[in-house]
């Protein structure tokens, strides 16, 4: 075989070997192999040549041919198989990888509060209701024997929508649609949502927060069972060996009205920082409803009784987890919230 042989041999050899993509090594054959490729070009000087030099050098030249076809095959064959390995590496799962863990979401401290307390009532078999939070002043003021000299009307204190709308002040309002739909006794119902006052932003005031009202009435009822009912409900939310002290207190809506505070759930009553030494933690405001206020609901006093409460969800919650400002419950920090 000649030198000029032994070079296109060597180049071809070199760039097969150099190709790096099927479409590559497709260039390649075309420049040597193809119809106007190197060895076609050495076939076409076979003419020209001596008798005595054409069938040695043609023999030669297929022998070179036939070499570099299957210096393609096998580069050919080489190439697929990388192809394939570099799929099923991609392909794979590493199953040693750690997992990731998807962040699990939780209750808001209020709405756990706002669940638990509720399920308290549904155990005593009360009914779960809720109303609107845009009131008029009859069912937020006027039904509930708030009239327009009452300094709670004022509306330095009430979030006003227009003309005789207003977000509620109170849960209390729930009272009144409840036993206008009812008809009729019995009722007993507990109704929790949001609430908005006037008030200015502090540790222990916002102007949004929640409240639950509870409504019992029917024939015979009496104080005895608004005692029995919030201490049992005391002792539930706050532990087996908390005591409940009922005071008198005003209500326009109740009569008579009491304030009822819990033993110390810190000190157990000995006093200390969170009971301003008293032993005594006020917890919420309750009452027989008032005539006045049964009637304007279409029940007759002759006939039935009730008692009603009303509980600060915000307050529950800020006892239970010892949290001393209101405020972190409405700015969504997580680093508080992670805590629940
Ligand atoms: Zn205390």
């Not at 032994?6 to 070199?14: M, R, S």
């Not at 490729?37 to 054409?54: C, F, V």
């Not at 204190?157 to 009144?176: A, C, H, K, M």
């Amino acid at each position: 075989m000649n030198e000029e042989l032994e070079k296109l041999e060597a180049n071809a050899v070199a760039a097969i070997q150099a190709a790096d993509s099927n479409s590559e090594l497709q260039d390649v054959k075309v420049r040597f192999l193809g119809k106007k490729g190197e060895i076609g070009k050495q076939m076409a000087t076979l003419k020209e040549m001596p008798h005595s030099q054409r069938k040695a050098f043609g023999k030669a030249l297929n022998e070179l041919k036939g070499r570099l076809i299957n210096a393609t095959e096998e580069k050919k064959k080489e190439l697929e198989e990388k192809a394939l390995k570099k799929k099923i590496s991609a392909e794979s799962l590493d199953i040693t990888l750690p997992g990731f863990r998807f962040p699990t979401g939780r209750l808001h401290p209020l709405t756990r509060v706002w669940h638990e307390i509720t399920d308290v009532f549904i155990a005593m078999g009360f009914d779960v209701v809720e109303g609107p939070e845009i009131e008029t002043e009859w069912y937020n003021f006027e039904a509930l024997n708030l009239h327009s000299e009452h300094p709670a009307r004022d509306e330095q204190d009430s979030f006003y929508l227009g003309e005789n709308r207003l977000l509620r002040t109170q849960t209390s309002p729930v009272q009144i649609r409840v036993m206008e739909k009812m008809g009729a006794p019995p009722v007993q119902i507990v109704a929790p949502g949001r609430v908005f006052r006037r008030d200015a932003t502090d540790a222990s005031h916002s102007p949004v927060f929640h409240q639950i009202e509870g409504l019992v009435v029917d024939k015979d009822i009496t104080m005895g069972h608004l005692k029995a009912t919030l201490e049992a409900f005391n002792k539930e939310i706050f532990g087996k060996d908390i005591l409940s002290r009922f005071r008198p207190d005003y209500f326009p809506f109740t009569e008579p009205s009491c304030e009822v505070a819990i033993s110390c759930i810190i000190c157990g009553g000995e006093g200390c920082g969170l009971c301003k030494r008293t032993g005594w933690i006020e917890i919420l405001g309750a009452g027989m409803v008032h005539p006045q206020v049964l009637k304007n609901a279409g029940f007759d006093p002759k006939k039935y009784s009730g008692f009603a409460f009303g509980i600060g969800i915000d307050r529950v919650a800020m006892l239970k987890y010892s949290i001393d400002d209101i405020r972190l419950l409405y700015e969504n920090d997580m680093r508080f919230l992670k805590q629940f």
